[in-house]
């Protein structure tokens, strides 16, 4: 919608500076155009860099842990890159298939505790009111990932294998 205004106002800045005559009236359209054209630009920017109209939500799960082979209680951590970062490689209850923390806003954690488990909180970004989704839904995606937190325990009897 605010690229619907954007648009309209940019046409009728143009037609009163073109077809208008010198009055005190094509200076005030000019005028009401003018910032409704900037404030639009400057919204956008806002929402783009931002996230005007935004605001964070988060949700967590936890999930039990399960051996990545059936004999070994283990966590697997394969090092990327210059070994600051890592993938760590784990299997849950809920799917058989090995899972991935792989993404640029991810946190991970690794602590000791009593039970196999991984809480995972992922952090959104939703709009704010109805009237900032009309305005601005064409421009970012609901339910967009800010970041999301890995947080794994492990009890003693587990350890973390690496994985090359």
Request: glycine residues 4%; aromatic residues 8%.
């Amino acid at each position: 919608m605010i690229i619907s205004l954007l648009i309209l106002a940019t046409f009728i800045y143009a037609g009163v500076m073109i077809f208008m005559p010198n009055s005190f009236k094509r200076t005030l359209w000019i005028a009401v155009s003018f910032i409704v054209i900037a404030g639009s630009l400057v919204a956008l920017v806002l929402n783009d860099t931002d996230h005007l109209g935004m605001r964070e939500a988060s949700a967590t799960r936890t999930e039990k842990l399960i051996p990545l082979q059936s004999k070994q209680r283990s966590l697997g951590i394969k090092p990327l890159g210059t070994g600051s970062e890592r993938v760590i490689l784990y299997r849950s209850t809920q799917t058989a298939k090995v899972q991935k923390t792989t993404t640029a806003a991810t946190t991970t954690l690794i602590t000791t505790g009593q039970s196999a488990q991984v809480k995972i909180t992922t952090t959104h970004w939703i709009y704010r009111s109805h009237f900032d989704k009309l305005l601005f839904s064409l421009g970012k995606p609901s339910h967009q990932v800010a970041r999301r937190e890995y947080r794994f325990v492990l009890p003693a009897t587990w350890q973390t294998t690496t994985i090359r």
